[in-house]
């Protein structure tokens, strides 16, 4: 009898979970990912033809490499699918900042994403944010006024960035703001693409009190554009794998890094 033919979904999950280990791993050889997946050499070849395609990973002789800048932050449903338990326990602290009647302040990082879930519980709040995605957890919330600032629609961020944007922020104000980040090394912060990084200046500006969440994979690496440190933000949220050079960096730069360690914070 044939072997039924996997579903959309799952194929879409292998292809995450190769996306991961590449990521991890930084080089891999194909061979090694056949065997580790246990598929086919011409189905490894098609997942990682499509990764490519995606400008997730760049596929070479033998071999797969994740790119040294993280562009695979250009794809959102790739980014929402990676480290969900680390993101879901940054949203356990990051959530006890929110009161009712506040303005906050969110960006399209997909780190986000799970505390904005719990934000959706918390009534009556205002939500200022760039992500379209935000639309579907927050539309249907009760209690919730959403504002939707305008600008250049990104499809591959699902977010709008530009002047129009950064003008959008300039006109309100918030009690406080949420953003991630794609690269942190020294207590400097990165992005690939610089609209990215002033939207996230321009955040910096319009809120009262400034919450960075990332968790330990953003750390140690640099993107294209570097968009000021952490100097900036009232409070870092991380979880216990950031490398301790990298929480000792942003210590001396004078911000509160609190690290999640499985069922607590330090």
Do not use: W
């Not at 995606?54 to 993280?70: D, I, N, Q, S, T």
């Not at 338990?85 to 949203?91: C, I, Y």
């Not at 500006?205 to 968009?227: C, E, I, Q, S």
């Amino acid at each position: 009898m044939p072997r039924a033919r996997p579903s959309d979904a799952a194929v879409e999950q292998r292809r995450q979970e190769v996306l991961r280990r590449v990521i991890e791993l930084g080089e891999v050889r194909i061979d090694d990912l056949t065997g580790a997946f246990g598929v086919s050499l011409m189905t490894m070849h098609r997942d990682l033809d499509d990764l490519a395609e995606r400008r997730l990973l760049r596929k070479l002789r033998g071999k797969v490499e994740a790119y040294p800048a993280l562009t695979m932050e250009t794809a959102t449903r790739f980014r929402e699918g990676l480290n969900t338990a680390l993101k879901e326990s940054l949203a356990e602290v990051a959530i006890a900042e929110v009161r009712p009647g506040q303005t906050v302040f969110v960006d399209d990082s997909t780190t986000l994403f799970p505390l904005m879930r719990r934000m959706a519980a918390i009534s009556p709040l205002v939500v200022i944010t760039n992500s379209m995605s935000a639309i579907k957890i927050f539309g249907p919330a009760e209690g919730i006024e959403l504002i939707v600032i305008g600008g250049r629609y990104n499809a591959e961020f699902d977010s709008c960035i530009g002047p129009d944007a950064l003008a959008a922020l300039d006109r309100t104000r918030a009690d406080l703001g949420f953003v991630s980040v794609t690269a942190v090394a020294g207590g400097r912060l990165y992005h690939p693409v610089q609209d990215y990084g002033e939207l996230k200046r321009g955040a910096l500006r319009m809120a009262n009190r400034n919450v960075l969440v990332a968790d330990h994979t953003k750390f140690g690496k640099t993107a294209t554009y570097a968009h000021g440190d952490v100097s900036a933000y009232d409070l870092v949220i991380t979880d216990g794998g950031t490398p301790a050079d990298e929480v000792a960096a942003m210590r001396e730069l004078g911000v509160t890094v609190e690290q999640v360690h499985g069922n607590g914070k330090d």
